[in-house]
């Protein structure tokens, strides 16, 4: 997980929220896919929002990262939409289930407004866990953050752990933002920047 730049909502939805009476997320069924691809390709770069794996449009939803449910008021607020893929093992659909109040939701990592990549760091074996340094409460928030998101669901580690265990002498001569440039199509960039990291201190 790894901060996302939000920026200030696209056109169309302002229009949107000027002329339509909207109570509901049903009222936006037809302008709401719009929002989804900006917010994916050009805020999220064709990734989850919560688990870094790159995702299609067709299979990709938006989630208010405060559930409907429990922040009515928040339906329509652009910066609660983060971008995820359609799975209920992990990520948005996996969360929906586990967070049940407002105090369930206020303790996740929100990625829109905190720095997510300075609470959680990545084992050789894939895992997700909190990063060194972290006080009693935030390490709290950080593995309540991964266990509500099912971050570390079977197949997300596999991917991480192949990234985390690649040789990177076939790089030989390339910059890490080179190197960085090259691996994106794989996705979880913050696994990716820590592998680069480690290299660099080598």
């Not at 730049?5 to 037809?30: C, L, M, S, T, Y």
């Not at 913050?190 to 680069?196: A, G, N, T």
């Amino acid at each position: 997980m790894r901060k996302l730049d939000k920026g200030a909502p696209i056109q169309h939805f302002v229009d949107f929220i000027r002329h339509n009476h909207h109570d509901r997320w049903e009222d936006a069924k037809e302008a709401s896919p719009i929002w989804r691809e900006h917010i994916l390709y050009q805020e999220q770069h064709g990734l989850s929002g919560y688990t870094e794996a790159p995702i299609r449009y067709e299979n990709s939803h938006i989630d208010h990262f405060k559930k409907q449910t429990l922040y009515p008021n928040l339906i329509f607020e652009w910066n609660n939409y983060v971008v995820d893929s359609k799975d209920d093992t992990y990520g948005a659909r996996y969360k929906d289930n586990v967070v049940c109040n407002q105090t369930d939701n206020e303790r996740l990592i929100n990625p829109v407004v905190e720095d997510a990549q300075q609470f959680f760091k990545y084992e050789l074996s894939g895992k997700m866990v909190p990063m060194d340094g972290l006080g009693d409460v935030e390490k709290e928030r950080v593995n309540y953050t991964i266990d509500s998101f099912n971050l570390n669901e079977g197949s997300l580690m596999e991917r991480r752990k192949f990234i985390l265990n690649l040789d990177l002498s076939s790089f030989e001569g390339l910059t890490n933002h080179e190197i960085l440039e090259a691996l994106q199509p794989n996705g979880f960039i913050s696994v990716v920047e820590q592998l680069l990291k480690e290299r660099k201190s080598k």
